[in-house]
């Protein structure tokens, strides 16, 4: 019976369903647009923060002798350590890492003017810090250097003039470009890490990497612990500042995204409740019929809700797929990002669409069970 009783009651009242499915597909459709951006540019958006630079640096431990002899010691001295640049690939190996670049420090001599030296390989530098603005031209080769603007300004060159240095080996380079960032690298004189490695003697070694990774503080604590275990000798550190500032961003879109779609839930709910209200009313001698032939409360019930339930999965499923139409026509304008399916977001929108109409239709529902069916059925 109850099939039938569904099917006659959806039909012959085919404005209420339309209206109460109206409710919930706008609902739905923002739901599922919402989900749909969220799961789809969340990746997208992370890989974007990415821009505040690296938020892991791979250092060495640093080494400590004993300074001293026998009875009289002076204690530890720390002594400069290094990394093998070829153990530094094996970062590659963990999906998190987006980018990384390494890099060896030393200083130089320029006409008594003491700089700071950092030698790496460009195109992973720009990798890991997109942010750099050059005037001029990127190094091409082992002969050019990028100065810092700070240190430009201190040596008094700029670009195609030549740099020359006295210690810690003579040497001279063609200015390719100066480079502002706002960071240490504006006091820098930049060269190719091989460069760098043969002048200070360093061949094969870094002292520093720089690692973009994705991830929350919890991911990024699990990198460094993979890192540390990989590369021999390696400590990590957790630049808080960048993974905080990340977390921070994609939380609130989160909870911005969960707001908006709370709200109009509300406003869809207050409508569904009103729909399922001006049915029962409508249907109130009908409710009085049912209890006066001994139907039970729990049988009444199930008939308003499956009504509700069938409500809600045509105005979910409806509205599922305008959310998918909402969503690629804001990640294109807004982002412009292809949006991929995200086989996700239907259950969620279902769910919630469903869940949200029972919720409504509570109330109405309550309040056709407490009719007294002799007063409903005489008409009053």
């Known amino acids: 019976m109850l099939p039938r009783i569904l099917k006659k009651a959806l039909l012959n009242r085919r404005a209420s369903l339309a209206v109460g499915c109206s409710a919930v597909f706008f609902g739905a459709a923002l739901v599922s647009a919402l989900a749909s951006l969220y799961l789809g540019l969340s990746p997208q958006a992370e890989k974007e923060l990415r821009a505040y630079g690296a938020n892991l640096l791979v250092l060495p431990e640093a080494a400590s002798v004993e300074v001293g002899l026998g009875a009289l010691g002076f204690g530890a001295a720390s002594q400069t350590a290094y990394l093998s640049q070829g153990a530094v690939p094996a970062i590659e190996q963990s999906k998190e890492v987006v980018a990384y670049a390494p890099y060896l420090h030393g200083t130089l001599d320029s006409g008594g003017v003491r ?102 503080r919890t991911e990024l604590e699990n990198l460094r612990q993979r890192i540390e275990s990989t590369i021999p000798g390696a400590r990590v550190q957790i630049v808080g500042q960048v993974a905080e500032a990340q977390a921070a961003v994609m939380d609130k879109v989160q909870m911005l995204m969960g707001l908006v779609a ?114 409903t059925l005489r008409g009053e």
């Open 115 to 216: 700089v700071a030296l950092a030698g790496t390989k460009f195109e992973e530098a720009l990798a890991v810090s997109p942010w750099w603005q050059v005037t001029g031209q990127m190094p091409a080769n082992s002969a050019e250097v990028l100065l810092g603007s700070n240190a430009a300004r201190r040596l008094g060159l700029g670009p195609a003039d030549s740099l020359t240095v006295t210690r810690p080996q003579p040497r001279s380079w063609r200015v390719a470009g100066i480079v502002e960032t706002g960071g240490p690298e504006d006091e820098q004189v930049l060269v190719r890490l091989d460069a760098a490695q043969d002048l200070l003697g360093k061949s094969g070694l870094v002292d520093t990497v720089q690692v973009s990774a994705l991830g929350d």
């Open 262 to 375: 709370a709200l109009v839930l509300v406003v869809s709910g207050m409508a569904v409740a009103s729909t399922m209200t001006t049915t029962v009313v409508e249907r109130s001698k009908e409710i009085g019929l049912m209890r006066a032939i001994g139907a039970p409360a729990g049988r009444i019930a199930l008939v308003f809700l499956a009504e509700a339930a069938i409500i809600g999965l045509i105005g979910g499923t409806l509205g599922y797929a305008g959310g998918l139409l909402i969503a690629g026509a804001v990640a294109a304008s807004v982002f412009g990002a292809t949006l991929a399916f995200q086989a996700l977001a239907l259950p969620v929108t279902l769910g919630i669409a469903l869940t949200m109409t029972l919720l409504a239709s509570a109330l109405p529902v309550r309040r056709a069970l407490a009719l007294d069916p002799a007063i």
